[in-house]
């Protein structure tokens, strides 16, 4: 049963390659599974998603997701056998979910919509449906894996109980943590970066337009754009960000401030509910010589203490280390093969 599976799968996967080959696709079949199909324009709405998120153009990628809804498919199928159902509210959450976070890295609802060529509305009830179906198979994966009960420790011994000559061979792979830091600027280092955010406020306050300085000036991806970013929710900023922008009203210029990217101005251009409808101009930090030598001189002595044995390696990265992405993830990692 398995092995008609996988040919099944197989066979569909390399059908739905030579569709992608060819140069002019409109919507059509390109794979069946079951009593179920999947189009072409699933898996371009699916692309779209994806390239929203700032991710740059690959057409590769549109095999994987296919391969993604494909599984999705099969898994999808056998909850619908096993009687597994997901609740309106459940796809209403996990829509709005992904609304949110798409529209934070488009920069805007607007900018989202016009990416999307469709209205957030029209983009949701496209969606419902494949995020029916994905939480079902979500919900199917976890109950074929919940009665798994394999510790660490058997899968080692049986893996060591194998004859190493009918093991099969794969290329060498190695686990690494690193320990990043960024150049720290002082107080005087980023008064000229203060300074310059200080000018262009005073050239808005005395009747330049702001679109037209942010497009000259801003140094963020919201700049083409007149510095629009569009209506958001106060969790989709920083603190710093996010305090500003909700205690003006409509009309107002912020004084300059601080946040991580750097020295900011915002003007509220509308208030709704709980969301507000900003456009702003950054300024970002840049490294000076001295800022480099003094994070040179600690990595080294960080380097020092751990090549050493007198730091180890997980102390001096989660207690040094500025990337908040890896900083844990090495010694979580470490931890899981033992």
């Not at 153009?57 to 994987?64: L, Q």
């Not at 995020?131 to 919900?139: S, Y």
């Not at 754009?225 to 205690?247: H, I, P, Q, S």
């Not at 709704?272 to 490294?287: A, M, Q, S, W, Y």
Request: glycine share 6%.
């Amino acid at each position: 049963m398995k092995k008609n599976i996988y040919t099944l799968l197989l066979l569909v996967f390399v059908t739905a390659q030579t569709v992608f080959a060819q140069k002019q696709v409109i919507d059509r079949v390109v794979a069946t599974v079951g009593s179920g199909i999947i189009l072409q324009s699933d898996v371009d709405l699916q692309y779209a998603q994806y390239l929203s998120g700032g991710n740059k153009p690959n057409e590769n990628f549109k095999c994987e997701m296919l391969q993604q809804l494909l599984t999705q498919k099969l898994l999808s199928q056998q909850a619908v056998i096993d009687s597994i159902e997901v609740g309106e509210a459940e796809i209403d959450d996990n829509l709005n979910s992904r609304l949110r976070y798409m529209s934070q890295q488009a920069g805007g609802q607007e900018r989202l919509e016009k990416f999307l060529n469709r209205s957030l509305l029209q983009y949701k009830e496209d969606m419902r449906p494949s995020i029916a179906e994905q939480l079902k198979a979500n919900k199917m994966r976890q109950n074929i894996v919940q009665k798994v009960d394999v510790t660490p420790i058997e899968v080692k011994r049986y893996f060591e109980s194998l004859n190493t000559d009918s093991l099969p061979y794969f290329t060498t792979e190695v686990e690494i943590g690193e320990i990043v830091m960024f150049p720290k600027l002082t107080t005087e280092e980023k008064a000229e970066f203060k300074d310059k955010a200080e000018g262009l406020r005073k050239q808005v306050m005395d009747g330049s337009e702001f679109g037209t300085i942010a497009r000259l000036y801003s140094e963020d991806g919201s700049a083409p754009y007149g510095g629009d970013l569009g209506f958001n929710t106060r969790d989709n900023w920083v603190k710093e960000f996010a305090a500003m922008a909700f205690k003006l009203k409509a009309g107002d210029i912020s004084p300059v401030f601080e946040t991580q990217y750097g020295f900011h101005f915002l003007q509220v251009l509308e208030r709704r509910g709980e969301e507000v409808h900003v456009r702003h101009i950054l300024i970002k930090f840049k490294p000076t010589a001295a800022s480099i030598e003094r994070t040179q001189a600690k990595i080294d002595s960080i380097y020092n203490l751990v090549t050493t044995g007198k730091l180890d390696f997980y102390h001096a990265a989660t207690t040094n280390s500025d990337s908040e992405e890896t900083k844990f993830q090495w010694w979580d990692g470490l931890k899981s093969r033992w």
